[in-house]
């Protein structure tokens, strides 16, 4: 029998691939189920690591020459075959964090939506003033909603 310190590439991607679909769900649910360290508060205490790493992602522009790997017909295969099948579960899956934002969001926006109706919008000027001005209100009334 041949010994085989590394598998050929097709074996190999075969027998990740075939571990992957037998158990892949099991272990990953499992995994989340039982984490090593508390998630959030760990997240907390290493901000300071995590601002310095994107600092270091930016100043090499490293997330770039990421991109320049990849095609958009890539990305496009990979939101056509991966994302379009998780989006109605997604959204289905949190219908009571839907229905908390819409309940808590609307009237927001309707009351910037009434404000910027009492504007004049007969001149470019007036029209520029009413975009402004709501784009201005999203701004403000979001980043108070979002503090709330």
């Known amino acids: 029998m041949?010994?085989?310190?590394?598998?050929?590439?097709?074996?190999?991607?075969k027998?990740?691939?075939?571990n992957l679909s037998a158990v892949g769900e099991t272990n990953y649910k499992e995994g989340v189920l039982t984490p090593k360290r508390p998630i959030v508060a760990t997240s907390i205490a290493k901000?300071?690591?995590?601002?310095?790493?994107m600092r270091k992602v930016i100043e090499t522009k490293a997330r770039v020459e990421g991109l320049k790997g990849v095609s958009d017909d890539a990305v496009i295969a990979a939101a056509v075959n991966i994302g379009a099948k998780r989006l109605v579960p997604a959204v289905t899956?949190?219908?009571?964090?839907?229905?908390?934002?819409?309940?808590?969001?609307?009237?927001?926006?309707?009351?910037?939506e009434a404000e910027v109706d009492t504007k004049p919008d007969t001149?470019?000027?007036?029209?520029?003033?009413?975009?402004?001005?709501?784009?201005?209100?999203?701004?403000?009334?979001?980043?108070?909603?979002?503090?709330?």
Do not use: C, H, Y
């Open 15 to 18: 027998k990740q691939l075939g």
């Open 123 to 148: 001149t470019d000027a007036e029209r520029e003033a009413r975009m402004l001005a709501n784009l201005r209100g999203l701004k403000a009334k979001a980043r108070a909603w979002k503090k709330g």
């Open 93 to 112: 899956e949190r219908e009571a964090k839907v229905r908390k934002f819409v309940t808590n969001w609307q009237p927001i926006l309707a009351s910037i």
């Open 2 to 13: 041949p010994v085989e310190r590394v598998k050929p590439p097709e074996k190999w991607i």
């Open 47 to 53: 901000e300071d690591k995590f601002a310095n790493q």
